[in-house]
């Protein structure tokens, strides 16, 4: 069983919307979670880093998590073109790496 | 700018070759990471190195290897390449263990 699993997409969205993302996770020991945007053949940037359960918002960002049931969500709010790009969750495996999702590429729509 | 430089950026090569892949991580960090990311695979976990001691293993052939210098630089290598060995390759560095992940820019290998 795969450590994080995360829908691919691809998501289309028009400007102006939320954009709503997620992954699920096997392991419940898991105690931090973190989004990474990576754009087109860019290395991935650290979004958002969330350490419990509950929300963690950055401006338009939002990072949920319910370890009940072992779900992480990112909201965008106000989706901008500037945000078209693949969104990867990310959960600490054995040894502390970091096991990534499959990645949800989202495009926003001017 | 994550602060973790990658060269070189593009490597075209043949197949039975062998490249080198060169990491040099953030001020301050003591651990490198590398990653595969391919199309059909994703980002795939290779090897972590800590303070130039190899600490933990991921899905890394045996044609690949890695080392971690004193100046805490790393440098991947790739041999014996086959045509699936096409991918981008990412460094990574953190402070330490379970840190946040800054990522380079990586290295685009084609192997034709």
């Known amino acids: 069983q795969k450590e994080v699993e995360q829908d691919p997409g691809p998501l289309s969205v028009p400007e102006g919307a939320i954009v709503s993302l997620n992954c699920t996770y096997s392991?419940?020991?898991?105690?931090?979670f973190m989004w990474y945007r990576q754009y087109s053949r860019k290395g991935p940037e650290l979004l958002m880093y969330?350490?419990?359960?509950g929300n963690k918002e950055d401006g338009r960002f939002t990072a949920q998590v319910d370890k009940s049931s072992k779900y992480i969500s990112l909201f965008i709010r106000d989706s901008q073109p500037s945000d078209s790009a693949t969104y990867l969750c990310?959960?600490?495996?054995?040894?502390?790496?970091?096991?990534f999702g499959a990645g949800t590429t989202v495009t926003v729509r001017a | 700018d994550s602060g973790v430089t990658q060269t070189p950026k593009h490597l075209i090569t043949a197949t039975g070759q062998r490249v080198t892949l060169r990491c040099s991580p953030r001020?301050?960090?003591?651990?490198v990471y590398w990653y595969q990311q391919s199309l059909d695979q994703g980002l795939q976990f290779l090897i972590q190195?800590?303070?130039?001691?190899?600490?933990a293993k991921g899905n890394i052939l045996e044609r690949f290897s890695a080392q971690q210098f004193p100046d805490l630089h790393s440098e991947l290598n790739l041999s014996s390449l086959e045509l699936g060995d096409s991918a981008l390759y990412f460094c990574?560095?953190?402070?330490?263990?379970?840190?946040?992940?800054?990522f380079g820019s990586g290295t685009q290998l084609s192997v034709l």
């Open positions: 990310a959960v600490p495996g054995s040894d502390y790496k970091l096991s």
């Open positions: 001020s301050g960090d003591l651990s």
């Open positions: 392991n419940s020991a898991f105690q931090y």
């Open positions: 969330t350490y419990s359960s």
């Open positions: 190195y800590y303070n130039g001691e190899e600490r």
């Open positions: 990574a560095s953190s402070v330490g263990d379970g840190s946040k992940l800054f």
